[in-house]
């Protein structure tokens, strides 16, 4: 919704096609202006045919927002293999098959941004969180890597670090078997709003910050006390056990 009010045509893609026909819907943008591309970001195989779909309906992709993930609640003890496999699917190669799929296009315009959702989590280790915790942290470094690596295509990297924001993430985060965790977290219920956090990212991107924080003081202190006083994080970190 953001993109849509500064104007941007716009790939809507997710899994339930009639969220994305909703959220089409919602932006008031002409067809034209949307394309529509329903995907599976873990079926990595079809990520090639994507970016060619959306080459044909508008002939570039300027910006590529990373935005699909999952999170967890469960203890490493109890954790099933298969659960690290699918959280490392959806939140990191997911991202690396489409950043390969879109990356020539780019490459060929000389241009392009890439915006990647990561979290705090990508800086802190956290308890019930391992495997996401470990995702979001490989994200840092694939995307540091491919800042550089791009630099000399003028292409960009934005990692974004959100706190605690008013989302779903909690409810639909995977536990030790790798069902549906089930519950609103209180931090989650009493975060950022969404269209909050989609104003900073904007304007993250609008300055080309190479890397954000959004969240409350208590998310963002902690990214900085791992930086400058590690022991008094882990310290925190550790006497920090979800209900």
């Given amino acids: 919704m953001a993109f849509a009010r500064e104007g941007a045509k716009l790939v809507l893609?997710?899994?339930?096609?009639?969220?994305?026909?909703?959220?089409?819907q919602r932006t008031g943008l002409p067809d034209s202006s949307v394309l529509i591309l329903p995907l599976d970001v873990t079926e990595f195989d079809m990520a090639p045919d994507a970016a060619a779909r959306i080459i044909a309906k508008f002939q570039r992709i300027d910006i590529m927002v990373h935005n699909a993930g999952v999170s967890q609640r469960s203890?490493?003890?109890d954790t099933d293999l298969d659960v690290y496999?699918?959280?490392?699917?959806v939140n990191f190669y997911s991202t690396v098959a489409l950043t390969k799929a879109v990356l020539p296009y780019m490459i060929s315009q000389q241009s392009g941004h890439f915006v990647v959702i990561s979290s705090v989590a990508g800086k802190i280790g956290t308890i019930m969180r391992s495997g996401y915790n470990a995702s979001k942290h490989a994200l840092h470094g694939f995307y540091d890597s491919l800042?550089?690596?791009?630099?000399?295509?003028?292409i960009k990297v934005t990692t974004v670090c959100p706190g605690y924001i008013k989302t779903n993430v909690s409810l639909n985060a995977l536990n030790e078997n790798g069902g549906k965790f089930g519950?609103?977290?209180?931090?989650?219920q009493n975060g950022i709003a969404p269209e909050e956090c989609a104003r900073q990212i904007l304007n993250a991107v609008k300055k080309d910050k190479k890397e954000i924080y959004i969240g409350g003081f208590k998310e963002?202190?902690?990214?900085?006390?791992?930086?400058?006083?590690?022991?008094?994080?882990?310290?925190?970190?550790?006497?920090?056990v979800p209900e």
């Fill in 220 to 240: 963002v202190a902690a990214i900085y006390l791992k930086r400058f006083l590690p022991d008094l994080l882990f310290d925190q970190v550790r006497k920090n």
């Fill in 13 to 24: 893609t997710a899994r339930r096609i009639e969220e994305l026909d909703r959220v089409k």
């Fill in 183 to 188: 519950k609103m977290d209180s931090n989650q």
């Fill in 147 to 154: 800042r550089a690596e791009s630099y000399n295509d003028n």
């Fill in 75 to 77: 203890y490493i003890k």
């Fill in 85 to 89: 496999r699918k959280l490392m699917d």
